[in-house]
Structures are given as structure tokens and as C-alpha cells.
């Protein structure tokens, strides 16, 4: 979602102004304010979301659609049971988005042009680099330790009493491994989100300015562009997301692999089975770029005023 820093009025200054490495570091520190900020806002829906693909096809499902798993939760465990599993993404945003927002600053410096701008094939490949960064580095493990958490208090009896508590147990029964589950999937999910959100993102930036990059944007404008490009990622790649949800849940011992988890989907559940859980990762989504390019560029903003060579 680094995209928004591409040509804004504010980082085309930005690139001039530092270098490839300061802008880094930038990315790095600006990223993870950014993506804890979102978190804090859009979990909710990131939580129902999860529980929906969980929720195998069977003759007797435990939710109806996403409104009654809202009110089952929160019947079961309080408002914020929605929030179960928050800890983990907030322990990761830092370094989540911090290697996204870095690796793309980084890339972007080995491959912009004296503008500060990139072609389209170089926005693709730079958002692919950065989403396979943060895969790597922070995102999997992140997300297989939320969806063990989620999935637990599904259980009868619960084994995990919190965070630090469910990490350790996962590590002695399934070793350093059991955090990385999925890692496949995960790679692919966000590689590929982030490759169709910068290319999206700055076509229509492209698009709006006329060629004209010190044109300024909006931010309203801005976080409707991020939510356009929100919705063709979900689109895109949420059968990738339904595995990998399925690869890191607390069955995911039932399938060989990656590729065995999707055929036994589609064998089992049908092409739909796919595009579970559709409904409320769209809207955490789209809402998530949307504030995550907003926020990044205000915070890129504002610190232009103070954070000088």
C-alpha cells in the first residue's frame, strides 16, 4: 500500500530533497504508525472475516452471514470478543508495514526515474517485492498465531489463556514451523495485493493529474482511490486468502500442502467455498487502503516540516 507514496506533490519534493536511504528509514518508521492506526479501526471486520472461511460448508454452518457472527460473538464474549486476536496484529504492524513501506522505498530508489516517478510495470514489480518482504518477515507468522487465536475460542475448551500464551504452546507442540504455516499461500496473497493495489492506485492517480505529477490530490479523493484499489485486490485474490486462512488454521494438519488445501476446497465445498468471507474483508479492505493512504501521506506531510537533511 506503499503506492501512495509514488507521486504525491509531497514525495516528489521527498525524493529530492533525501536519499534512498533516509527515505527508507522513513518508510520503515511512517509504515508502522500507519498500519497500527489502521489496525485499531478495522479489525472488527478482519475478525468476522476470519471466522467466516473457518466456518467450513457443512450441513449445519455456525453462521448465517456475517451480521449473525457479529451478534454471536458478542452475545458469547462481549464487544470485544470481536477484538480477540488484536494483539497479535498490533505486536506485528510495526514490522508488517514496516517492510512494506521500506522495501518499496527502497526499490523505488533503485528504479524511479529523476522525477521520482515509476512505469507501470516497475509499480507492479516494486509492490510484489514489498508484499513478499512483509510475507516473510512479519505477516506470516502474524497472521498464523491471529488465526490460531480466532479459531481457539471457537473451541468448547479453549487451550490459549492470551497472546504470549498461545505463541509459546504453538512453539512446543509444532515447533518454530507452527508459526510459519502457510507461508506459500501467504507470500502469494501478499504479493499479489500489493502488486494490483500500486498498479491501480497509480493509474488512476495518473489518470487524474493528466501526466501532470505536481498536480495535488485530495485526501478524501485519495481514500477513494485507495478504496478502489482495496476492492480489486479483494477480487483478485481472496481464493489465495481462503487457503491460506485454511493452511494456518488448527486443522490445517488435514491437508498435504497448499495445493492439496485448495484441491479438497474445491472437490469438498465448490468454487464459491473461494469467496468466503468476501463480504467483510471487502469492506475492512477497501477501508483499510483508503485510511492507509491517507494517513501516510499526512504523516509524510507533516513531517516534511520538521524531519530535514
Known amino acids: 500500500m506503499a503506492g501512495t507514496a509514488a507521486t504525491a506533490p509531497g514525495q516528489l519534493s521527498l525524493w529530492k530533497k533525501y536519499g534512498p536511504a533516509e527515505n527508507t528509514v522513513r518508510g520503515i518508521s511512517i509504515g508502522g504508525l500507519t498500519g ?69 522505498e527502497y526499490l523505488k530508489g533503485k528504479a524511479a526515474d529523476e522525477r521520482g516517478s515509476l512505469t507501470p510495470v516497475m509499480r507492479l514489480l516494486c509492490g510484489l517485492g514489498a508484499g513478499v518482504s512483509e510475507a516473510i518477515l512479519a505477516v506470516t507468522p502474524m497472521e498464523t498465531i491471529k488465526v490460531k487465536l480466532i479459531h481457539d475460542q471457537t473451541l468448547e475448551k479453549p487451550r490459549y489463556r492470551g497472546f ?22 501467504t507470500i502469494m496473497k501478499q504479493g499479489s495485493n500489493q502488486a494490483i493495489r500500486f498498479f491501480v492506485m497509480e493509474t488512476l492517480k495518473d489518470w487524474y493529474r493528466g501526466g501532470d505529477n505536481t498536480k495535488p490530490i485530495a485526501k478524501p479523493l485519495v481514500g477513494l482511490m485507495g478504496a478502489i484499489a482495496g476492492a480489486a485486490s479483494v477480487y483478485g485474490n481472496t481464493p489465495i486468502d481462503v487457503v491460506k486462512t485454511r493452511m494456518q488454521g488448527l486443522e490445517r494438519k488435514k491437508y498435504k500442502n497448499t495445493m492439496d488445501c485448495a484441491l479438497q476446497i474445491w472437490k469438498k465445498e465448490g468454487f464459491f467455498a473461494f469467496y468466503k468471507g ?21 504523516i509524510i506531510e507533516a513531517l516534511n516540516k520538521y524531519w530535514r537533511k
Not at 504470549?164 to 499461500?185: L, N, R, S
Open 36 to 104: 497500527a492506526i489502521e489496525i485499531l479501526i478495522t479489525f472488527p471486520t478482519e475478525y468476522v472475516k476470519t471466522q467466516l472461511q473457518l466456518d467450513e460448508r457443512s450441513a449445519q454452518p455456525k453462521y448465517k452471514g456475517p451480521i449473525d457472527c457479529v451478534k454471536q460473538t458478542v452475545r458469547s464474549h462481549g464487544f470485544f470478543g470481536l477484538y480477540r486476536g488484536l494483539s497479535v496484529l498490533l505486536y506485528g504492524s510495526i514490522p508488517k508495514s514496516g517492510a512494506r513501506f521500506g522495501t518499496f
Open 278 to 298: 468476501t463480504v467483510p474483508r471487502l469492506s475492512r479492505v477497501c477501508l483499510d487502503v483508503a485510511i492507509t493512504f491517507m494517513i501516510y501521506d499526512s
Open 164 to 185: 504470549f500464551h498461545g505463541v509459546t504452546t504453538i512453539i512446543k507442540t509444532d515447533g518454530f514451523k507452527g508459526i510459519y504455516q502457510g507461508v506459500t499461500a
